[in-house]
């Protein structure tokens, strides 16, 4: 037993799974993180991107939502083949993708009215009362 815990200790993708926090065998993962991406390439050609961050940011979201969905579902449905919920979590990704965009767009249009506020609410009081000639 040891000696199979030390060869699986050398070896790079047991310790990048580990890592991740990979709980099933690694060909489960890849052929699901493999069908998520084609789940978000798909998704985005149904729904175009508007520029050029939005297919990165399809793609990392597509990662991040199937590993997460990946190891839920083995967790918590074992009967339930993993590659489908992470292939459905590459497919959402698409959608989460478009609400943080458009979110993020809406923060940095009104970035200066919402500095301010955060500035009043944890800085209380005005600016500081400029001296006039008489004083």
């Known amino acids: 037993m ?3 815990i030390a060869d699986h200790s050398r070896d790079w993708l047991t310790l990048l799974f580990a890592g991740l926090g990979v ?6 993962w ?3 993180m493999f069908l998520a991406l084609a789940g978000a ?3 985005r050609h149904m729904e175009p991107e508007q520029d050029r961050r939005e297919l ?11 590993h997460v969905a990946g190891m839920a579902s ?20 698409r ?15 009104r970035s200066d009215a919402i500095a ?9 009081g005005g600016p500081p009362k400029q001296p006039t000639e008489g004083e």
């Not at 083995?74 to 992470?86: E, G, I, N, R």
């Not at 478009?98 to 249009?109: H, K, N, T």
């Not at 301010?116 to 209380?124: E, G, N, S, Y």
């Open 23 to 28: 709980s099933f065998a690694p060909h489960e």
């Open 30 to 32: 890849i052929g699901g």
């Open 74 to 93: 083995h967790a918590w449905f074992p009967d339930v083949p993993v590659q489908l919920s992470m292939l459905a979590a590459g497919f959402a990704s």
């Open 41 to 43: 390439s798909y998704a």
């Open 95 to 109: 959608r989460a993708t478009r609400i943080a965009m458009r979110i993020m767009g809406l923060i940095e249009v």
């Open 116 to 124: 301010d506020k955060v500035i009043d609410r944890v800085l209380p």
């Open 2 to 4: 040891k000696d199979v």
């Open 56 to 66: 990165w940011a399809v793609m990392v979201a597509a990662f991040l939502a199937s």
